[in-house]
């Protein structure tokens, strides 16, 4: 990723992005400091959260981490408190922590892995922004990492894609809510070679069978993932808000 290349769309932002330390996470928010924010790295283990922020100052990024599990209602209220004591605010939200516990069919699934899907996927996302919001500055932005088995949640994923459906309304609600000073939009990735989705895309087989469902024949990157988050995080999206952004090379997106 060059520079050069890069707008300065948010100079003087200041980014939280929850599960940041790889993948996707991590991808978009390098793009957000390469773009001039000021970042916030959080993931569940100090060791990766402080390997992330050194690749990112490594690159010139104002790079701040701190640890959060977001099921972990402490955790949550550090990373609020902690962001707002260094910066005073916070402009850029991405609500990115996810999990997949199982690929058992929904009805086979246990109670004890259903709560997880729920708390991780949704829950831990609203509690978050319950503590953000007082400290959410005029003309912020929210933005929800959902996913296309959103739109047709099937297979190993289904109980999972059925939590990114959710995500899908909890944009819409949002943004009703808390607009107009707060934008509220997300990102729906196609499937990207990343270690969270290592059980799918490291298989041969069922890689080519997903670049060929595409219209551009191939797997997504956290490149493309990033550059669309930060469109939503940015003044150029400014009259966008409850709407889901499918990065998905063409897959069918229809609920």
């Known amino acids: 990723m ?14 939280i992005v929850t599960a940041s330390t790889q993948g996707i996470g991590f991808g978009i928010i390098e793009r957000f400091g390469l773009e001039g924010a000021s970042v916030v790295v959080s993931s569940r283990k100090q060791a990766n959260v402080d390997e992330a922020v050194e690749k990112l100052k490594s690159k010139g990024i104002d790079a701040y981490g701190i640890v959060c599990h977001v099921s972990n209602a402490q955790h949550r209220r550090n990373l609020v408190e902690k962001t707002v004591q260094k910066y005073g605010k916070i402009d850029i939200v991405v609500c990115n922590a996810a999990a997949n516990p199982s690929t058992d069919p929904i009805l086979s699934t246990k109670e004890g892995v259903l709560d997880k899907l729920w708390e991780i996927n949704v829950k831990s996302s609203i509690l978050l922004l319950q503590d953000m919001a007082p400290h959410l500055e005029k003309g912020s932005s929210v ?3 959902t996913s296309i088995a959103g739109f047709q949640p099937q297979g190993s994923m289904a109980m999972y894609g059925v939590t990114k ?13 808390m607009g107009p000073d707060t934008r509220v939009n997300a990102v729906a990735p196609g499937f990207v070679p990343t270690h969270f989705a290592s059980f799918i895309t490291g298989n041969s087989e069922v890689r080519e069978s997903i670049e060929e469902k595409t219209l551009l024949n191939r797997l997504g990157t956290t490149g493309d993932m990033a550059g669309a988050a930060a469109f939503l995080a940015s003044d150029d999206s400014s009259y966008i808000t409850g709407e889901t952004l499918v990065v998905a090379g063409g897959m069918p997106s229809r609920l």
């Open 143 to 145: 933005i929800f990492i």
């Open 165 to 177: 459906t959710a995500l899908l309304g909890l944009v819409k609600a949002l943004a009703a809510e």
């Open 2 to 15: 060059e520079k050069t290349k890069i707008p300065r769309r948010l100079e003087g932002k200041v980014a």
